[in-house]
């Protein structure tokens, strides 16, 4: 699993990985399934969820089989056998058959109720050597290899192949308009241009967390602990005095938000999935959205066993007044707790009086009893609706759009991996994704992008509909502004001119303005380069992805991610 740090304080990649730390998905975030439509399907998505291994964990494994004195014609063994339960054809139909039904179907059908030996020969038919104490044991806990192979078939999943019908502009113009059920999948870039901070450059919150305040320089021993949640119950007085930088009243959705608006108004968005916390969807207006690491559209209480939720709106007045915002049905337990004690202390000592004492050790901290903005937080464990929208909705898309993300941090990213794989696929973003096969690559300035695509559909834009209960009554406001401050479709210009997309070589990959592919150039040019000394028939980045024992020997190698 990639661990990226978050590039952007909308995009809640970071605060939910960290969240994810000792497993590959503790939540199965990356575990959609066949026929989705059954509560059966949700609630077997659920229960595979809780087989989960780490892929670092899965890479440890094979990095101690890899140094263990094993002589190759013992290695051969191993292989043989394996090929004898899984031949290499079988182990092609397959992969067939995982990229098109998807996991879930897939372990029902090939793993569920599966020997212990049987599955440990499918771990080496994919490619995976365990240590030779795992591959020798008598009894290995049947959850435990399960929990392998599943990390193993995703491995596999994330090796989607380019559809090679699919590569210009064109393409793109004709998929969105034809499509009536798109997927989009957002990150960071979606709300670059309405002024959200990154993380990591010199100016970002980091930056400004660790140099430019001294209040929090002095406070955080990492500037990522002001996404803490146990550094929050320490001390929410941090977390609440920055909020106001990135609390969604504070910025406008941008032109991309309002095209993800737009496929929706004309009924063809399927569902947004967005990774950031912003809430700027919200205030674009989109109604199938979700938040995969939550946001500030609603706060929650702290205290474990108080369900009491409020919409966002309604901490938007401590928030800006950097102010810890309190649960009012906690505060009024905790007046009559004090009375109660009160009363007690006029009274003899009894010897129960010691049961209360873990709940005041817990009382005590200052983060109990606070509305939190239901964001994951470092320390949280993310939630399982991811996993449910997908089982849902893989069996229905017929387009899926990445817009603003590089597609680095899982378990969000996987997700390009677990949809049909006969899914077109198209990147919208400033920089380019290599290490998953995109159909079409739109690169550059996401805006001036949406404003060329909405020239060549004759679509229009729409005015943001933002949600009052997320950030407030005053966000009508938002509608004018924007409307003074966009142009119309096909207005946006690079030097006095019209946007006019150029393309890299004859690839799929398509340069606007604010592209940055200046290694990506160099990498097409080695790769030419490399063409012409070889006689190969095209460079790696108009290939496909091969199955894994294709591109590896027969022998025992690992399925590269």
């Not at 005041?360 to 606070?370: F, M, N, Q, S």
């Given at each position: 699993m990639e661990k990226a740090e978050l590039e952007q304080v909308g995009n809640g990649d970071a605060i939910?990985?960290?969240?994810?730390?000792?497993?590959?998905?503790?939540?199965?975030?990356s575990v959609p399934a066949a026929p989705p439509q059954t509560d059966e399907a949700i609630a077997q998505a659920s229960q595979l969820s809780t087989l989960d291994c780490d892929s670092d964990e899965l890479e440890a494994l094979e990095d101690e089989a890899d140094t263990e004195s094993t002589d190759e014609a013992e290695i051969d063994r191993i292989v043989d056998e394996a090929a004898i339960t899984y031949p290499h054809e079988r182990i092609d139909e397959l992969v067939v058959e995982l990229k098109k039904d998807g996991l879930i179907l897939f372990m029902q059908t090939h793993v569920d109720g599966i020997s212990e030996k049987r599955m440990k020969a499918f771990l080496i038919a994919l490619g995976v050597l365990l240590p030779k104490q795992l591959r020798e044991a008598d009894q290995v806990p049947l959850p435990y290899l399960t929990a392998l192979l599943k990390s193993a078939l995703i491995r596999v999943l994330r090796r989607r192949e380019k559809l090679k019908q699919y590569n210009t502009v064109d393409d793109a113009v004709e998929l969105i308009k034809k499509s009536k059920r798109i997927m989009v999948l957002g990150g960071a870039g979606l709300s670059t241009s309405c002024g959200i901070p990154d993380f990591r450059s010199k100016d970002g919150i980091y930056a400004q967390l660790q140099h430019g305040d001294a209040q929090y320089a002095q406070a955080l021993s990492d500037p990522t602990d002001m996404f803490n949640k146990e550094f929050f119950l320490y001390d929410p007085t941090c977390f609440f005095s920055f909020a106001k930088q990135i609390f969604p009243s504070n910025f406008k959705p941008s032109p991309s938000h309002r095209f993800i608006k737009l496929l929706e108004d004309k009924q063809k968005l399927l569902r947004h999935y967005t990774q950031n916390i912003d809430t700027l969807e919200d205030a674009a207006g989109i109604e199938k959205v979700l938040h995969c690491h939550g946001s500030f559209s609603k706060a929650a209480c702290t205290t474990p066993g108080c369900t009491f939720t409020v919409p966002g709106s309604y901490i938007k007045e401590d928030i800006f007044a950097q102010r810890v915002p309190k649960c009012p049905k906690c505060s009024e337990a905790e007046e009559a707790k004090k009375q109660a004690k009160s009363g007690k202390s006029q009274k003899n000592w009894k010897a129960d009086d010691n049961d209360d004492?873990?709940?005041?050790?817990?009382?005590?901290?200052?983060?109990?009893?606070?509305?939190?903005?239901?964001i994951t937080f470092f320390g949280e464990a993310l939630s399982g609706e991811f996993d449910q929208c997908v089982v849902q909705d893989r069996e229905k898309v017929d387009l899926l759009i990445v817009m603003g993300t590089s597609l680095r941090v899982a378990p969000v990213s996987e997700l390009v991996g677990h949809i049909p794989h006969s899914t077109p696929v198209i990147l919208i973003n400033r920089t380019p994704v290599t290490h998953?096969?995109?159909?079409?690559?739109?690169?550059?300035?996401?805006?001036?992008?949406v404003d060329y695509l909405c020239k060549r559909l004759d679509w229009q834009l729409p005015l943001p509909k933002p949600s009052k209960e997320v950030v407030g009554q005053d966000s009508a406001a938002i509608d004018m502004a924007v409307k003074e401050e966009t142009p119309a479709p096909g207005e946006a210009?690079?030097?006095?001119?019209?946007?006019?997309?150029?393309?890299?070589?004859?690839?799929?990959?398509?340069?606007?303005?604010?592209?940055?592919?200046?290694?990506?150039?160099?990498?097409?040019?080695?790769?030419?380069?490399?063409?012409?000394?070889?006689?190969?028939?095209?460079?790696?980045?108009?290939?496909?992805a091969d199955s894994p024992h294709e591109e590896a020997p027969q022998k025992i190698a690992k399925i590269d991610e």
């Open positions: 939910a990985q960290q969240a994810d730390r000792t497993t590959f998905s503790q939540n199965g975030v004492d873990d709940d005041d050790e817990l009382d005590a901290l200052p983060g109990i009893g606070v509305l939190k903005p239901c998953l096969a995109m159909d079409i690559q739109l690169l550059g300035n996401g805006d001036e992008i210009t690079k030097e006095g001119g019209e946007v006019q997309p150029q393309r890299l070589g004859d690839t799929h990959i398509w340069l606007f303005p604010g592209a940055e592919a200046d290694e990506l150039k160099e990498m097409w040019a080695a790769e030419e380069e490399e063409e012409e000394e070889d006689g190969d028939d095209q460079p790696n980045l108009k290939r496909s």
